[in-house]
């Protein structure tokens, strides 16, 4: 790869994957609705010489197309929230097929594990069937089919998988985001399911150079590939997380009939309530594929990640 675009480029993944790619000298085009956002990246990220940025909405095919014309690769890190999913996901994912399409492109989709639905055994593979039970999981498996589907004749996609992440540029874009956000500020947080039962997640700057390599293969487009994280108890990670803020505010956990009673006057959290399966009985996604065909996984011990992560976020 010499020049990539990256949609989305100030969320959460966006971020971690263009730090990534230029801490590579890759050539990376930033693209997102606001300028202003993305100047604070270019700065936040060095002013680097081989970022540039493109103002563009990735609901425009003709956008992202004027855009990615010189790529080598599109990464798709647009993130639709809960409440705009069922309206505006298919649109999304069509929108930036047809450009990829268009212009012949490979094309790496960062999405997560929501079609999988209930998990049928412990480590989830490629391979587990999918049968979401969900509204969110089955508009991601109609995603899905929609990335894979014979009407796209010279888009070549790929689909990576992540767990719920954490990292130095997540916030409000997941679970474990905001309740890290929260500790690092030294402020009363929530943890949204119980406290005793593992979960797996992944830090981003691990995540962003797995899904840089698996782009920079071409024997890996054409195919899902899930990207595993590390397994802790939210008890664990609070403590961890605590102990780097240097403070030991109250971490409240959330479970599903708190988030419905919190969902009467907050739409967020009643979109939440449908997903909260994954609280309960979590799935752990299983990286062989990624160890055999593309090699190791990198998985940073959360006693090093979450410290990171506080330092980072503590400056927002």
Known sequence: MKKVIVLGATGGTGTAIVEELINRGIQTIAFGRSISKLNQLKQKLGNSDVLTLQVGNAFDDMSIYEASKDVDVIFQCVAVPY??????????????????DKLGKKIVFVDGIYPYGKATKKFVDEDHSKKPHTKKGKIKLELENLIFSDQWKNAIPLIVRLPDYYGPSSNLNSYLGMTILNISKGKISSYIGSLNIPREYIYLPDAAKMIVELAGNSNAYRQNWNIPGNII????????????????????????????????????MREMVEMSYLTEIPIFLDGSKYKQQIGPLIQTPFEVGIPHAIRALSNI
């Not at 309206?87 to 097929?97: D, F, N, R």
């Not at 030991?248 to 009939?257: F, H």
Request: glycine content about 8%; aromatic content about 4%; proline content about 6%.
């Open 233 to 268: 108890t939210g008890k664990r990670l609070v403590q961890i997380a605590q102990d780097s803020a240097g403070q030991k505010k109250p971490v409240i956990p959330l479970k599903k009939t708190t988030i419905k009673m919190m969902g009467w006057f907050s739409p967020i």
């Open 83 to 100: 409440r705009e999913m069922e309206k505006s996901q298919i649109t999304l994912g069509k929108a930036i097929m047809s450009a990829a």
